[in-house]
């Protein structure tokens, strides 16, 4: 089992930035692909951006490149979001999300699932 806690999400004006971390636990050597999925209010939960624990390659949704940027600390089991260029379209809750297989995680279904962490853009 793997347990991942997030933390960042707050309230901010449009154009600002905010970096979302999330911290894993337990059996963290399954979670070879790790990320976070955005959920807007009254729709579905999206992918946003993904990192290989191994390689470090990276991957992201059309809407958010060259305005979000993932990372990973090994060390410290963390992934990370920083968000720059925030907009009102940005609002909803990030979750992370942990797969031993990266496609499953892109493909919105990861193996572990965060509680989420509510992100508000006012424009």
């Known amino acids: 089992q793997v347990e991942l806690v997030e933390s960042g999400g707050r309230w901010v004006q449009a154009g600002d930035s905010l970096r979302l971390s999330c911290i894993a636990s337990?059996?963290?050597?399954?979670?070879?692909?790790m990320g976070w999925f955005h959920q807007a209010p009254g729709k579905n939960r999206e992918f946003v951006a993904a990192?290989?624990?191994?390689?470090?390659?990276?991957y992201y949704a059309d809407s958010v490149k060259g305005r979000f940027t993932v990372s990973r600390d090994n060390a410290k089991n963390a992934v990370y979001l920083q968000m720059t260029n925030l907009k009102s379209d940005d609002t909803g809750v990030y979750y992370c999300?942990?797969?031993?297989?990266?496609?499953?995680?892109?493909?919105?279904?990861?193996?572990?699932w965060g509680q989420g962490t509510q992100v508000t853009v006012s424009s």
């Open positions: 337990g059996r963290t050597s399954v979670a070879r692909t």
């Open positions: 999300a942990a797969a031993v297989v990266s496609q499953d995680l892109r493909s919105g279904k990861p193996d572990y």
């Open positions: 990192v290989t624990w191994d390689s470090g390659v990276r």
